[in-house]
């Protein structure tokens, strides 16, 4: 990734062949990019595979073992809960609703983040001690409190969950673009563009920007991850999701009780948590061996 | 002490020095007490580690039953317009000798006086002490009075602004419990007026000995108790969060006595050699109100086939995990003027559509508002909401469920922005008025405290009538009454009453399930 | 170092005020109401509701709350609990030292495990055993540990009754709370045995806690070393025929341990908010559980005073780091008080 590269569209081709090359060396990365293919795969047509439909309660077969156990039917591969709802239907449908809310999260923190990370930067004055004053205090408080207490004024529920885990996000965009900002405002490049008389707007954005985006791409994985956990947790606490929505971690949290009873209605949707954020992360790691040019030589 | 209790449980030491072994009950509580002084609080656990240890009140109810009888009075009586009350108080009780306080006379009137003029008057010096006196006002007790006189030292007499039937059982309620004036002067004196809730002197059987929050609760039996030692020479509240882990202590011997269990461990308990499975139906009901200033719910035959839409008997088996029986009325059955007769709506989806068709309603979509908090009635809210909105949907209802933080619940709910939600209670001090009158009458309606805002003048007459009189038989015939219009009427459809659990250890002996939900070491209680 | 020390403070004064403002302007937005989750189904009349608002001090301008309540804050007055009727302060200093064990011990697990992992990993570079330490400290580092907290409990107490399922010692010990901290005051006490209880219970949530940092210690660790191997004078070193177990032992862990204080020094909020998932789970009478507990019961002057007083831990274990930092690699002190 060097400068005189990003404004030529023949190069990004290129480019791209290159990172993939980079990319595909680590064939953990590829095995959790196919894995994380998969979960997005099911969660667009969750209602074609799963094999019920999520909330149908049959109440005749409540806590039903999954099919390998003793007492299991097929039917219900993974079992069922206390009011007798597929397990298998009610993960295969939370996978939408947790790869929606780390995207969600994902794309507004990186969005505001990335936005108030090049004002600050280039603009400086003020601005920028307000803009990083605010900053510091969000993460003076450790992300899941400030969370609770967001969506505790919010109210409990996904979508206020989101923007509230997006909000303990955004400082570290802000910081990851105002550094790389700041380096890039001493280039040659800038400088030239510059005396050329181009507007701020298109130095921010069409020179300065594209610059910044590869360790923000990586923030943005790493973000990925967490906010599907911090999503799930929330969910755990009853703050974020509510039942019956089949969110993953409020799946946990709907059959806590049941842990001696029914110990595998608590303990699939914890794997599949467990399975996502993994990929995510394997995922995430191979972009930044591919992205970080230091490793690349290495 | 603490040796002692280390020795107790391992089984050593105390036979070589010939000392006869301390009877050392312990009780798995479920949480720490909000504090000492039960004017302040609400919560039973409160309740339990004051109250029902530490102090008395001027009556009391007697254990296992909501019947009220002598406590610090010997007796009482009432003048004919039922405006006067007149207690004659027992002489020879003594408080708690503690750390801080040693007391030099004997419990008197001006006990009496201290406790209820700090809650009642707003100029009295400890009245700004501690907190709110939350039952004091739930209880409308002070509009209710009109004046506490102390007669003699032995003698007291409260007059009431109105006729008033459950009155002395309010005075059996734990907010009622007597506290010691003369520790409240001599803490004046030394200007630690908050030690009086905080290092409580009552004159009950257990005198406090030391408390670490989450932690545990001690007590030593009070030597002198106007009642008699108790059996049990130790008490301890060993404080335990999660109901699991009170299980495995209690099935390891750590503790002899356990509340609310999880209705899933039961069958195993039941069968534990070990373990005296004790139940009683609770002084409780769960219900979902219908608003009725809201239509279609304004139509009776709309409430009663949403009624017979609800398959209560799965609720109970899902939610309950049969620790409960289904409701028909809004009172307990354990409550005298429980209506036998009365017939429940049956179970019928057909049915129910048929009269929703002939009603003219289709394609109804509603809410359902359940509570956020686990409560003595409904172990679980959101479940019975997911199981009433199936049952719904099958009579062509569609029901969407609503949640809110409980403060905001309560309010909203008061304020009737629901449609249909899910509430209960449970009782204070037996009286079939604390239920139908706090939660069906017209007035309460008016407040909201009636969440089915439900005002219908014949039920309401009837439970003025009730309460102006003293009878007994009286009153049944016309709470009676009440509840077969109330059923026809169904405001409310009623779901269930909870069937309390307590597995007691085989060893104790004695121990009594109470009503009121209170857990009672004194009265009969041993260790074998 | 004096000079650095100021600089450091200077710049936690704005987020201090920061912090106020948040703590205070969040709680007055706050749906709820505290009088109503007192009251329960009883519920309370109009005239008293203002009564107790009154009493709370929650009748008065906005702007007048908030400097009365900075004033109070300069003064260590964070407001008395609406549930307790207890300071504020009293009863989080009550409950931090559990916290504070909890984390600890959950940070010397992390570092005993995750420091040789990483070092191990990185002389090993791309061996199986290499291969076998990132796949299991990323897998860790993926794991939602409120699931992971309740697994070991099925497994562990449950099913094999290896150790207790909540709480911090056995109460047929009475140990008399001198430092809060249950393993030194059980040392204090003479209870025998309480000791070992007191590390049994330990066991679980310092292995749920510690199961993050343990993961990023690892990869972190694994990263610096080698960092440091491939320099030039660690190579110069290594062909002169030291054995690599000098090499590590003189060179490598002394970065190691800039590593570790760094990774610290970000975990503490990492730790604190996995501390409200972990105590939840295990009923460890911390901090964690109480904050929480106080949002759901709409206790204000909990949640606010707790949330302040979590923010100026969190701020003065990363002044205490920053300083350390310093001390262990003195080049840091003067580029950091560049920026």
Redo the contacts between chains.
Sequence with gaps: MNHSAVSSKSTLGQQWQEFWFYFSVSK?AVAGLVFLVLVVFVALFADVISPHEP?E?Y?QF?KLPPAWKEGGQMQFFLGTD??GRDMLSRIIHGSRLSLLAGSIVVILSLSIGVLLGLIAGYRGGWLEILIM??M??I???????LA???V??L??GLLNAMVAIAITYTPYFVRLTRASTLSELNRDYVTASKMTGASSTRLMFVSILPNCMAPVIVQGTLSF?TAI?DT??LG???MGA???TPEW?TL?A?N??????A?WT??F??IA??LA??AI??VG?GLRDALDPKLKR? | MKKTLLAAGLGLGLALTGVAQAKTLVFCSEGSPEGFNPSLYSAGTTFDASSQTIYNRIVQFETGTTKVIPGLAESWSSSADGLEYTFNLRKGVQFHTTDDFTPTRDFNADDILFTYNRMWKEDHPYHDVGGEYLYFGWMDMGSLLKSIEKVDDYTVKFTLTRPESPFVSNLAMDFASVLSAEYADNLAVAGRQADIDNKPVGTGPFVLDSYVKDAYIRYNAHDDYWDGRSNIDKLVFAITVDN?VRYQKLKAGECHVMPYP?P??LAAMAADADINLMQQEGLNVGYLAFNTEKAPFDQKIVRQALSMAINKQ?ILD?VFEGAGSVAKNPIPPTMWSYNHAVRDYAYDPAGAKAMLDSAGVSGLKTNIWAM?VQRPYNP?A??MA??I??DWAKVGVDAE?V???WGEYLQRSRDGEHDTMLLGWTGDNGDPDNFMGVLLGCTAAASGGNRARWCHEEFDSLLNQARQITDQAERTALYEEAQEIFKDEAPWVTIAHSIVFKPVRKEVTGFIVHPLGSHIFYDGVDLK | MLRFLINRLMLLV??FI??T??AFG?IR???GDPVEVLAGERGVSAEKRVEILANLGLDKPVWQQYLTYLNDVLHGNLGVSVKTNRPVVEEFFELFPATAELAICAIIFAVIIGVPAGIIAALKRGSKIDQGIM?IS??G????I???G??L??LFS?TLNLTPVSGRLSFLFDVDPVTGFMLIDTLLSDEKGSFLNALHHLILPTVVLGTIPLAVIARQTRSAMLEVL?EDYVRTARAKGLSTFRVVTIHALRNAMITVVTVIGLMV??L???A??TE?IFGWPGIGKW??FS?FARDYYA?QGG?LL??IT??TVNLIVDLLYGFINPRILHQKNKS
């Design positions: 953990t909330a309660q109440r409540a206390y009011a004053r605010v510091d205090t993460m003076a408080v450790p992300g899941l409190l609770l207490v967001l505790a004024i109210g409990p991850s956990l799930a947790a755990f606490l009853g509510q039942a019956p971690g946990i709907e806590r009780d049941l842990i001696l009873n110990p608590v303990t949707p914890g948590i467990l954020v993994l992360n394997l790691d290495s | 699991n999880n899933a461990d799965a899902i956020p679980n959101r479940r997911e199981l909105q199936a469920i949640t809110y933080e | 704005p987020v920061g912090v403002v948040v969040f937005v706050l749906p796949g990323l897998i580092y993926s794991m939602p409120f699931w992971w309740l697994l409990i099925i449950n491939s909020a990492i604190l908010a996995g409200i998932l939840t904050i929480i949002i949640v949330l979590i923010a969190i701020m």
